[in-house]
């Protein structure tokens, strides 16, 4: 028997409870044989990489939001990269390594399903099937090409931009000949969507000429704007939209944490109106297998023709998933650029 740890939801806490505190989680050690029997199409694998994403803090109330709710007192899970331990599965054998959404738990035996997929090196590195790859690129994709319908020449917009979904969004635009501007929450961060993914400019929304610094870098308006954060920093966006403009809605992080009657600000639907908006909210499970292989083929396409770059933030350690979540929430000193990842 071997001792390995898991992460557990010990309560719940609602949207208008503010950040996520570390006692709401429960780090446990239990027993584990490895040596068990496992069932057909079942396979035995260790985690090896986790992922941390905003959407799963609405998965920490206590009422189904846009997801389902974790279960108290049983292991959060996320998008994970894992090695196969042992396999009764025709799909996967020992030695292979999977990506799938995986609990938080050291060692662990899983169902075979159609959303557990070969982590194949050669394709891309295994951290890009948490980015790139994964989840996060998926996403993008679908935001800025599905429901973009990007343009030569046209103005993308992006807030959250130094995220993972915003860097991959962004650089996605830039391979379609947009003009890309991204909205992220300081100065470096600002910086380095300019330098390192090649972002046309980079405005930080704490800035007090924030409405005027984006004004400047859309002079011909803006036609696609992916939205990540909703609130006070969307507002701005709202007024700049062109005629027939898109807006793929994926997210709005800036009410994560509160009450939804608490986020009033601009009202978007003469605007939609006047403008001949389409506005689009959407999650990643809308979407097809087909859809996902088709996006996953362009994605790790442009990764291995350097048209898109690869950039992480890795945190080392089991003890350190909890904390790494908790930061994303944190605007004014989280200085992340790109996707977390816990290395294990």
Known sequence: MTDIKQIILEKYFERDDGMPEPNQFKITTCKFDENQKIEKDHIMIKLEYVS???YLRARMNSKKTFVDPFKLNEPINSGCVAKVLKSTSDRFKEGDHVSGYFDWKEIQI????????????????FTAYLGIC???????????????KPKKGETFVINAAAGAVGTIAGQIAKVHGCRVVGICGSDEKANSLVNDFHFDAGI????PTYAEDLKKAC???????????GGQVSDPILLLLNVHARVACCGAISVYNKKVSDDIGQRAQYIVFEKRITMQGFLVFDYSDDDYNNAFLHLSKWLKEGKIIEKHVMNNGFDQIIPSFIKIFDSKNNKNVGKVIIKL
């Open 134 to 148: 994964g989840m996060p690129g998926v996403t993008s994709y679908y935001g800025t090409v599905l429901i973009g």
């Open 219 to 229: 002079p011909k308006g803006i036609d696609i704007f992916y939205e990540n954060v």
């Open 204 to 207: 930080n929304y704490h800035s």
């Open 52 to 54: 941390v994403d905003p």
């Open 110 to 125: 899983v169902k075979v399903t159609n959303q557990i997929l070969i982590a194949d090196p050669n394709i891309a590195p």
